[in-house]
């Protein structure tokens, strides 16, 4: 406990950015933050990942973006959004007036425009970027960056590059044959953090109208579907590096986001659970609380079944 009030700290620490809580709103969920003003205090929140940002404004993907499976969501959004030097000009400083850790989500679709974006964030006043090479809805770049280690390594090495002043944290694909290899390329060359998961690259088809849902005929599912999923997905990555981690991936509940802290996550993501539910992390934080006080647990890091320094 805390000398003073006799309450859990829910503070942490990653890449030397203090967050107030380990309840982030998860990329492409939560807008620029102030579209969740008046459906819950977003200064309660320990952070928020914007959209994923690219170089130059895209008006993201055609047809459905959206769809619902009984246990999740499906979707094509694409990377719509008004590029990285708009977004400094018109988004960046009504987000950190909100409180929370604004990390910023840096896409791109050659190694040469996520430095070039990395370059641009690196003097901005954001936080932190995280470093999309995961988003399987776009047709180059994206999670093609995050689906093998040398090609993981060589975008994280470059943007590293371009941002000397800022911790980077890398977002990884689910959908990687061998998640724990390239996790330990992109600390290699410079990460200082990881989060995962990003979607499951899926597939719905339409029976009547007999043609594919999505006009990219591939959506990325998220949703309780996914959790158990990317649960195991970081229960192996905490061996495999020892960088801090950051779990997503279906978390619709305090219980949720406690089974990614007890598997080692140093802080948690919410993304499609806040659609419907947008007062949800004022609930998680509350939740993760109660649980410490209930437990005895005085900071995060009693949280972790695994106390023991992960191997390199
Ligand atoms: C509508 C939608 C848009 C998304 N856009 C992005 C994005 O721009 N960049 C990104 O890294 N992830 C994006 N994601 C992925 C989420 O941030 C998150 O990784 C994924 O949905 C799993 O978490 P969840 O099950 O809590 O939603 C998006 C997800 C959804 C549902």
């Not at 410490?292 to 191997?311: E, H, N």
Request: net charge neutral; proline share 8%.
């Amino acid at each position: 406990m805390t000398p003073n009030d006799g309450e859990p700290d829910l503070s942490l620490v990653i890449g030397g950015v203090r967050f107030r809580n380990p309840v982030i709103a998860a990329s492409g969920t939560f807008g620029y933050g102030r579209e969740y003003q008046g459906l819950l205090t977003v200064s309660d929140l320990g952070g928020i990942c914007t959209k994923g940002l690219t170089l130059e404004a895209r008006d993201g993907n055609r047809g459905t973006r959206l769809h619902e499976t009984p246990a999740g969501l499906m979707n094509s959004v694409g990377l719509e959004n008004p590029g990285i030097p708009a977004f400094l000009e018109r988004e960046l400083a009504g987000m950190l007036a909100l409180g929370p850790v604004v990390i910023v989500n840096l896409a791109g679709s050659t190694i040469e425009s996520y430095a070039e974006g990395a370059r641009l964030l690196d003097s901005s006043g954001a936080a932190m970027v995280e470093l999309n090479i995961s988003c399987p809805n776009v047709k180059a770049g994206g999670m093609a960056f995050g689906l093998d280690p040398q090609s993981a390594g060589a975008v994280t090495r470059a943007v590293r590059r371009a941002l000397p002043h800022k911790p980077l944290m890398v977002k990884l694909s689910p959908n990687a044959p061998d998640l724990p290899a390239v996790a330990r390329a992109c600390v290699s060359n410079g990460a200082d953090a990881l989060s995962l998961v990003n979607t499951f690259k899926a597939l719905a088809l339409d029976v009547e109208a007999r043609r594919p849902v999505f006009e990219n005929l591939t959506a990325g599912l998220s949703g309780p579907a996914v959790r158990p999923l990317a649960l195991r997905l970081l229960w192996e990555l905490w061996d495999a590096v020892a960088v801090p981690l950051v779990g997503l991936g279906g978390i619709g509940s305090p219980e949720d986001a406690l089974e990614f802290l007890l598997a080692g996550a140093a802080a948690v993501q919410v993304g499609s659970a806040l659609f419907p539910r947008p007062a949800l992390p004022t609930e998680i934080i509350r939740g993760i609380a109660a649980y410490m006080r209930r437990k005895g647990f005085s900071s995060l890091t009693d949280l972790p079944l695994r106390q023991q320094p992960p191997a390199v």
